[in-house]
């Protein structure tokens, strides 16, 4: 853990003087962020510090922008890209995966753009919030990038994601038959082929014998627990991204888009649109 900090720091740190900005980064798949040591879990600079005071209490579209818009980029292209934020500010943006999944996703900037930027790789809000005077001044004096050296820099941060991800684990002693179990299912329910089998292969159980032991431990079946890391993950995605049904359908271990909307029907009196609608958004954080 420690080696794979400092080696991250000092990347990190590497990155920041040759290129200026400040780094954020966002943990998706944690309750909270345990290495703000090494990485603030929100935007901590001067820019964003005004847009935040220029906002007031109402910071809502920059924390949607970054958890929901951006988010659902990162899940759809799986690669580095960037975005201007409604006040014109240039973030780069690199997601890191494990096993198919969005761990993190970390910001690098704000910067000033410098040229025409590339819309191919650039998502920008729906429309630009008028900046006061005293922002537009602020962002003149950010440090200016060019698309060439952007590009630069997030490959520097990709070629780090093995150590950003060695910092969601903490190596856990899983002794216990269940919390082998659960380790099992939280890396496995997204794969369509998961089953008992494989659940028993692990335990090194037979199939059966696996079967009671759900019962025993869970007092719940082998599809049941499946479908409810499933679910929540699907819930998960519809609150917090833009991504279709189908997608979140396929990113959650579903086997058809139409299966999971039956199911998910069938299982909580409501449709995924319409549990989208009811809750997107509930549990953002206040500030980003």
């Known amino acids: 853990m420690e080696n794979n900090e400092q080696i991250a720091s000092n990347g990190l740190n ?25 990485v603030k879990s929100f935007h901590d600079n001067s ?8 906002l007031g209490s109402n910071i809502t579209p920059c924390t949607e922008f970054d958890m929901i818009t951006v988010r659902t980029e990162c899940l759809r292209r799986k690669q580095p890209f960037f975005k201007i934020c409604s006040f014109g500010a240039f973030e780069i943006i690199t997601p890191f995966f494990e096993d198919n999944e969005l761990k993190m996703v970390l910001f690098h ?11 191919r790789r ?31 820099a997030a490959k520097l941060c990709m070629a780090m994601s093995e150590n950003f991800i060695a910092l969601c684990h903490h190596s856990p002693q899983i002794k216990s038959r269940k919390d082998r179990i659960k380790y099992f299912m939280s890396y496995s329910y997204r794969h369509k082929s998961t089953s008992l089998d494989s659940l028993a ?9 696996t079967g009671k032991v759900l019962q025993q431990e869970f007092n719940i079946t082998f ?19 833009a991504l279709t049904t189908g997608i979140i359908s396929e990113l959650s271990g579903f086997s058809s888009p139409q299966y999971f909307y039956r199911l998910f029907r069938k299982t909580f009196n409501i449709t995924p649109t319409e549990y989208r609608k009811h809750y997107a958004g509930h549990h953002l954080p206040e500030d980003v």
Do not use: W
Not at 123 to 152: C, G, M, R
């Open 14 to 38: 590497a990155v920041q003087t040759i290129f200026g900005g400040h780094f954020t980064l966002h943990y998706c798949n944690l309750q909270e962020n345990k290495f703000n040591h090494l």
């Open 47 to 54: 820019f964003c510090d005004m847009v935040k005071l220029h």
């Open 109 to 119: 900037g704000p910067f000033r753009l410098a040229g025409c930027q590339d819309k």
């Open 122 to 152: 650039t998502i920008v809000p729906n429309f630009y919030h008028q900046s006061a005077t005293e922002l537009d001044n602020v962002l003149q004096s950010l440090p200016e990038i060019t698309l060439k050296n952007a590009d630069l």
């Open 201 to 209: 292969d692990y335990l090194n159980l037979s199939i059966s014998r």
């Open 223 to 241: 599809p049941q627990m499946l479908n409810q890391y499933r679910f929540d993950n699907a819930k998960k995605l519809l609150c917090e991204t």
